[in-house]
């Protein structure tokens, strides 16, 4: 089957780095994405990798492992408009992506 | 920037009715999907179109939905008869897929909150 777990919750203080790991279980892996979703927002797509290693973008990074099917997601400097929904998922070839169940980031001033 | 929109942002129903659901995915995208966000849970996949026809579909996505693209620029979801679990976010997605670099990234919309009462 198909699986995706992270933690449910994450809390951290406004400046700091907090990583949300992701561990997964698939067949036919393409990579793997980590999207951000604000309360009653839609999902922001954050990053992908496609290979292992560390994907960098401004304050946020991504990482892949997958000989040990496992990811993080990296934030820096943490804001508070930070505070988000934050999923892992991967693609299914072109047809859809799959989500873990996310994890709810806190950011503590 | 150009963005993916959906119409109504809210639509309250009685169990039973059908409702469609609507979205314009950006004018060069050739991938399609739906997907729904049951309140406080993940967001799940429904359905993929291309072509004009449908790429996949989830065990979610049964004979009381369809999707259609009427037109060069919107592309609908149908629930024909709803019933009370049907009550989540329905978001639309739509991706560009003719270069490597977009293969991945599905640009979503606002989403819809269906209600069924």
């Known amino acids: 089957g198909q699986s995706l777990e992270q933690p449910s919750e994450v809390t951290a203080v406004e400046g700091a780095i907090v990583q949300i790991n992701c561990t997964y279980q698939t067949s036919g892996f393409y990579g793997l994405s980590w999207y951000q979703q604000h309360d009653g927002g839609a999902p922001t797509f954050l990053s992908y990798n496609a290979l292992d290693g560390l994907e960098e973008t401004g304050r946020f990074s991504s990482f892949l492992s997958r000989s040990d099917s496992y990811g993080y997601l990296l934030l820096q400097e943490l804001q508070m408009k930070d505070s988000a929904s934050y999923f892992c998922?991967?693609?299914?070839?072109?047809?859809?992506?799959?989500f873990g169940k996310g994890t709810r980031l806190h950011i503590l001033p | 920037e150009p963005e993916v929109t959906q119409t109504p942002s809210h639509q309250v129903t009685q169990m039973g009715q059908e409702v469609i659901l609507r979205c314009v995915p950006i004018s060069n995208h050739l991938y399609f999907y739906w997907y729904r966000q049951i309140l406080g849970q993940k967001v799940e996949f429904l359905v993929s179109?291309?072509?004009?026809?449908?790429?996949?579909k989830s065990e979610i996505f049964d004979d009381q939905f369809s999707v259609e693209r009427p037109d060069g620029s919107n592309f609908t979801l149908k629930i024909r008869s709803t019933k009370l679990e049907d009550s989540a976010m329905y978001f639309c997605a739509s991706r560009a897929g003719t270069q490597r670099a977009s293969y991945n990234e599905q640009f979503f919309g606002p989403g819809t909150r269906l209600t069924v009462l």
């Open positions: 179109f291309y072509n004009n026809e449908i790429s996949e």
């Open positions: 998922a991967f693609p299914r070839g072109d047809d859809k992506i799959i």
